[in-house]
């Protein structure tokens, strides 16, 4: 099911539905597909995010070449690298959009990635925020987190449901989490441009996913704005895994943790961000432009 909000396409639920071949909806409940295992994910490893050898081209460019990165469970990973770096490409290939020409990439123990749908894999609980906000913006603050959240999106539920108690509560907590209890009312398109990046941020969490992926979350917020979403994301973590693409160094030093430098399609440096700011390597690609 899709929703036409001020000319954006925006898929409901961020599950997407059932492939056509799929009538019976065995797809709700089990996405399963080569190596791809329903229920929960594998973290008997503690590595929720796994990718080895993924390489990817266009036309003769590399866009990755042999990238291989781990992400912990409950992580927060911050990737950083000039225009270019490959960091878009990377997360296609985690959430589907892009196929890679050789490596593997899985969630968990069991799922592997690059056999699995775009709709699969956020329906695994892989949820991917893009630069610019995308929200209902005729729809309440209220009713965008209710279309967002995690259910059964097939018509008969979609015509007859009415949330239950557990439902509710779920929304204040997240309203309340992302900041915008106190504007669970107000229409979406009323909200200031940082108020609308927590509202995706809510929207996403509805949707109950085990990694975030979230591509320059703070991009012309306010400073108190940034600060905020430094505060937000410093709490998600442990709950989620998140990996944060990000060009604001100081918003990278508030999130704290590792941090992932990407350069020319594969890891350039890695650590916590003094050490990565201390590289040559990083200062001569990045830091010194």
Not at 61 to 71: E, G
Not at 130 to 155: G, I, S, W, Y
Not at 196 to 211: D, Y
Request: aromatic share 6%.
């Amino acid at each position: 099911m899709r929703f036409e909000e001020g000319g954006v396409s925006v898929a409901a639920g961020r599950a997407g539905r059932a492939p056509d071949d799929d009538p019976g909806g065995l797809w709700e409940s089990e996405a399963t597909t080569g190596h791809v295992a329903g229920g929960e994910v594998d973290l008997s490893h503690k590595v929720i995010l796994y990718l080895d050898g993924i390489t990817v081209s266009f036309d003769g460019f590399k866009a990755l070449n042999d990238l291989s990165l781990t992400i912990d469970a409950g992580e927060l990973r911050c990737i950083i690298g000039p225009n270019g770096a490959g960091k878009t490409t990377m997360m296609d290939v985690i959430t589907g959009k892009t196929r890679p020409d050789a490596g593997t990439a899985f969630f968990g123990q069991t799922m592997d990635l690059t056999r699995m749908t775009e709709p699969q894999i956020a329906h695994a609980g892989i949820g991917r925020k893009f630069q610019k906000p995308t929200v209902f913006e005729r729809h309440t603050v209220f009713e965008n987190l209710e279309l967002a959240m995690k259910a059964d999106k097939r018509v008969r539920r979609a015509l007859f449901a009415r949330l239950r108690n557990e439902e509710r509560d779920r929304i204040a907590e997240t309203l309340e989490r992302i900041r915008l209890d106190r504007d669970a009312d107000r229409d979406a398109g009323l909200l200031s441009h940082g108020q609308k990046q927590w509202l995706e941020i809510g929207m996403l969490l509805m949707q109950e996913p085990r990694l975030l992926l979230l591509d320059e979350p703070v991009a012309g917020m306010t400073d108190e704005e940034t600060e905020r979403t430094a505060e937000l994301f410093v709490s998600l973590a442990g709950e989620h895994s998140l990996v944060v693409v990000e060009h604001d160094m100081r918003f990278v030093e508030a999130l704290g943790g590792k941090v992932t430098v990407l350069c020319d399609g594969e890891v350039l440096a890695e650590g916590d961000l003094a050490s990565v700011q201390a590289d040559p390597r990083v200062i001569e690609v990045y830091l010194g432009r």
